[in-house]
């Protein structure tokens, strides 16, 4: 089986799965609030883009989004407006001294 065989297959099993903010919208998990925040380069139908995740202390990922263009803080403004949406309760911020990401975390969470 080549692996655009494998591709679609993997795409059409998983298009009704839901996404993490609708998995913390349903199931209200209980988060710590430490998070580790970081994107990652990587090429997706053929497309280079940029995936965004940050995982909670309890090892959770309470978000996680796909960009189309390299990492921004455009993409990364929307990965906090998301977890604001959720709730999710930011009280410690790591990640790779990308300024973006931790400017758009403060826009979201001013105290952090």
């Given at each position: 089986?080549?692996?655009?065989?494998?591709?679609?297959?993997?795409?059409?099993?998983?298009?009704?799965?839901?996404?993490?903010?609708?998995?913390?919208?349903?199931?209200?998990?209980?988060?710590?609030?430490?998070l580790?925040?970081?994107?990652?380069?990587?090429?997706?139908?053929?497309?280079?883009?940029?995936?965004?995740?940050?995982?909670?202390?309890t090892?959770?990922?309470?978000?996680?989004k796909?960009?189309?263009?390299?990492?921004?803080?455009?993409?990364?403004?929307?990965?906090?407006?998301?977890l604001?949406?959720?709730?999710?309760?930011?009280?410690?911020?790591v990640?790779?001294?990308?300024?973006?990401?931790?400017?758009?975390?403060?826009?979201?969470?001013?105290?952090?």
């Amino acid at each position: 089986m080549n692996k655009n065989k494998i591709n679609n297959w993997v795409l059409e099993k998983t298009n009704n799965f839901k996404n993490p903010l609708q998995i913390a919208k349903e199931l209200k998990p209980k988060w710590s609030g430490y998070l580790v925040a970081d994107g990652k380069h990587i090429k997706a139908r053929g497309r280079k883009g940029c995936w965004y995740v940050g995982v909670d202390l309890t090892g959770d990922v309470p978000n996680a989004k796909y960009g189309q263009e390299g990492e921004n803080k455009f993409d990364w403004f929307i990965y906090f407006r998301q977890l604001k949406i959720i709730n999710y309760p930011l009280k410690c911020l790591v990640s790779d001294g990308n300024e973006d990401i931790y400017r758009s975390a403060r826009y979201h969470y001013p105290l952090v």
